[in-house]
T-cell receptor, first 116, second 110 residues
């Protein structure tokens, strides 16, 4: 049963610390999305990769957030330094761009981040 | 990007059909209509999608109005496990991004 795997599931850290979240997309998928979900804002797209290249990261605060895909099996989202307002659930999703607008996104279980 | 409008919440009784409405009056001819749902403490999961014709799968049915300005997700026999937030989303032909709204919180009463 193919699925998107995110680690860690939970992270508690102190303000100013670096946070790294990891995502293993479904094997064979060539698009990866990072989302952030809060009660106030709902689901927000942070970054989007196709074939490991970043296509859109306009939703991401550039000064502290960075997203990369070192290889096809790993996507990372880093926050440095972290702030209390970054507390949220971060989701990774993957899909197949060849499906066009029918592209179905498959989500991981999320990383719940708490910055104290 | 075209927007969708959904009721904030709906209630239904267990084992009864549920009709979740969605308005998308600014939909373009090539936009697909997607439905996802998010169960408590989980990531969103795909439910169904369509372009013009009604669609059925093992989870639900999607009824699309003839003018495509609205659609309805139909759960034929709701169970307690169907309690979730249901999102109606338009997927543009020009990109692969999904623009998420607030969704409809479906409450199932035993």
């Amino acid at each position: 049963d193919a699925r998107v795997t995110q680690t860690p599931r939970h992270k508690v850290t102190e303000m100013g610390q670096e946070v790294t979240m990891r995502c293993q997309p479904i094997l064979g998928h060539n698009t990866v999305f990072w989302y952030r979900q809060t009660m106030m804002q709902g689901l927000e797209l942070l970054a989007y990769f196709r074939n490991r290249a970043p296509l859109d990261d306009s939703g991401m605060p550039k000064d502290r957030f960075s997203a990369e895909m070192p290889d096809a099996t790993l996507a990372t989202l880093k926050i440095q330094p972290s702030e209390p307002r970054d507390s949220a659930v971060y989701f990774c999703a993957s899909g197949l761009v060849s499906a066009g607008p029918q592209n179905i996104q498959y989500f991981g279980a999320g990383t719940r981040l708490s910055v104290l | 990007d075209a927007k969708t409008t959904q009721p904030n919440s709906m209630e239904s009784n267990e084992e009864e059909p549920v009709h979740l409405p969605c308005n998308h009056s600014t939909i373009s001819g090539t936009d697909y209509i997607h439905w996802y749902r998010q169960l408590p403490s989980q990531g969103p999961e795909y439910v169904i999608h369509g372009l013009t014709s009604n669609v059925n799968n093992r989870m639900a049915s999607l009824a699309i109005a003839e003018d495509r300005k609205s659609s309805t997700l139909i759960l034929h026999r709701a169970t307690l496990r169907d309690a979730a937030v249901y999102y109606c989303i338009l997927s543009a032909a020009s990109n692969y991004q999904l623009i998420w709204g607030a969704g409809t919180k479906l409450i199932i009463k035993p």
